[in-house]
């Protein structure tokens, strides 16, 4: 499996350019592409500089000697590359978020005028929500209130860590949110982000141009249809 994670990201790794401003994604698939990214760097010259999605992957680029900023130094991306929990077949819409680091995931995705996801076929779903469970991140201030709203959604949510809550890199929880599969991702998108509390949420609508697939017959290239 990880012979094939690694397939994918240096694939998508081999989209960077010199000079480029590339996202660099959270989570044990977008690991690959980072070290893809460091060797290039050695290997071929390339020069990038690196905005990462959490303090974990910031450490990893370090250790690598990849330069890095922070989205106020460039608020503006040419790529970013990272991985998914769920990819639906067809829209490329996601579910992101098991790696903890879906909020800044989430934002410095947006900036970027290219986003590249990287996963094995398993991550492959006809609908939303048919494997993995939503995160949502929220504020720590009344969470079992917010939880309820949230549970009103139409989800069973349950908070990650249990009680031994698990912290994200912006000081919040997240609840995993178990939802049937979604016929309609975009409006519970909207219905969770109105609740009071809730900071973001995994769904990320709209937002990939290439999803490279790794599959045991050899890598896929998919574009949202």
């Known amino acids: 499996m990880d012979n094939l994670k690694q397939a994918a990201a240096l694939k998508a790794v081999a989209y960077i350019e010199s000079g480029m401003v590339?996202?660099?994604?959270?989570?044990s698939t977008a690991a690959f592409a980072v070290s893809g990214i460091a060797e290039r760097m050695q290997q071929e010259g390339l020069r990038i500089i690196g905005v990462p999605t959490s303090e974990r992957t910031a450490e990893q680029a370090r250790s690598l000697g990849i330069p890095l900023a922070t989205l106020e130094e460039q608020p503006k991306l040419d790529l970013a590359i990272d991985g998914a929990d769920e990819i639906e077949l067809g829209s490329l819409n996601l579910i992101k978020g098991a790696g903890g680091a879906l909020l800044r995931e989430k934002l410095v995705e947006v900036a970027a005028a290219k986003l590249i996801i990287i996963a094995d076929a398993s991550k492959k779903v006809a609908k939303l929500g048919t494997k993995f469970a939503l995160p949502v991140e929220i504020v720590r201030f009344g969470w079992q209130a917010t939880a309820a709203r949230v549970a009103a959604v139409g989800c069973t949510p349950v908070l990650r860590g249990g009680d031994t809550p698990f912290i994200t890199d912006e000081q919040h929880y997240i609840l995993d949110c178990q939802f049937a599969p979604m016929d309609n991702p975009a409006?519970?998108?909207?219905?969770?982000?109105?609740?009071?509390?809730?900071?973001?949420?995994?769904?990320?609508i709209g937002l990939t141009q290439v999803a490279i697939?790794?599959?045991?017959?050899?890598?896929?290239?998919?574009q949202p249809v």
């Open 213 to 222: 697939v790794a599959t045991a017959s050899g890598i896929e290239v998919l």
């Open 22 to 27: 590339v996202g660099l994604g959270t989570g």
């Open 187 to 204: 409006a519970i998108a909207s219905q969770l982000k109105a609740i009071p509390g809730v900071v973001e949420h995994g769904l990320f």
